[in-house]
């Protein structure tokens, strides 16, 4: 089945630590997207990329990194340098023709401890 | 700067029923998309349905419609025959037609409405 996997569905992390969160596609998909959801409010842009090697930063990009070595995989890296990173991170990837209607990926929930 | 105003933070509907929800949005741009995407209890965003603006019909899928007034710039969905699997979070997205340096792959949600459906 064609789709977007994250992983994992629930990551705890230090203060301090840097994690990082997965995000695969076999839709074959050329742009990838990570957005981030807080309660009460709708998704905000991060980062995304729309080819391999090549990535963009979003609204609020800081405090987060990203890399696109592959063409099904965008794995975002949230860094000590986020003040507040407690939040439910979305994962998104399209095509890059017509609409470009993005599916996404079933989430990752990250609480810093 | 898109914007997408979302005014009703809360709805609730009669399983059977049709409800509707209202989304507005502010951009100077004559081409774009529009999309309302649901988010179950799961979390995991769902599309519903898209909306091209240089489109004059109003897109429809199964018991999902929307009314489309681009002088207004208003972009309502329309639930038909509710059920209780509808019950959740639907939110309502912006993206721009033109290709401006990439940025044009955004989607600008709106906060969302939370959807009820009783019994």
């Known amino acids: 089945d064609g789709g977007i996997t994250q992983s994992p569905k629930y990551l705890f992390r230090k203060e301090g630590q840097n994690v990082t969160l997965s995000c695969e596609q076999n839709?074959?998909?050329?742009?990838m997207y990570w957005y981030r959801q807080d309660p009460g409010q709708g998704l905000r842009l991060i980062y995304y990329?729309?080819?391999?090697?090549?990535?963009q930063k979003g609204d609020i990009a800081e405090g987060y990194s990203v890399s696109r070595e592959k063409k099904e995989s965008f794995p975002l890296t949230v860094t000590s340098a986020q003040k507040n990173p407690t939040a439910f991170y979305l994962c998104?990837?399209?095509?890059?023709?017509?609409?470009?209607?993005?599916?996404f990926g079933p989430g990752t929930r990250l609480t810093v401890l | 700067a898109q914007t997408v105003t979302q005014s009703q933070p809360e709805m609730s509907v009669q399983e059977a029923e049709t409800v509707t929800l209202s989304c507005t949005y502010d951009t100077s741009e004559s081409d774009y998309y529009l999309f309302w995407y649901k988010q179950p209890p799961s979390r995991q965003m769902i599309l519903v349905i898209r909306?091209?603006?240089?489109?004059?019909q109003n897109a429809t899928e199964n018991r999902f419609s929307v009314n489309f007034q681009k002088a207004a710039k208003s972009f309502s969905l329309k639930i038909s025959d509710s059920q209780l699997g509808d019950a959740a979070m639907y939110f309502c997205a912006y993206r721009s037609f033109r290709n401006s340096g990439g940025s044009n792959y955004k989607l600008t949600f709106g906060k969302g409405t939370l959807l009820t459906v009783n019994p």
């Open positions: 998104a990837s399209s095509t890059r023709v017509g609409p470009d209607t993005q599916y």
């Open positions: 839709l074959n998909h050329d742009a």
């Open positions: 990329s729309q080819i391999v090697n090549d990535f």
């Open positions: 909306q091209e603006a240089y489109k004059q």
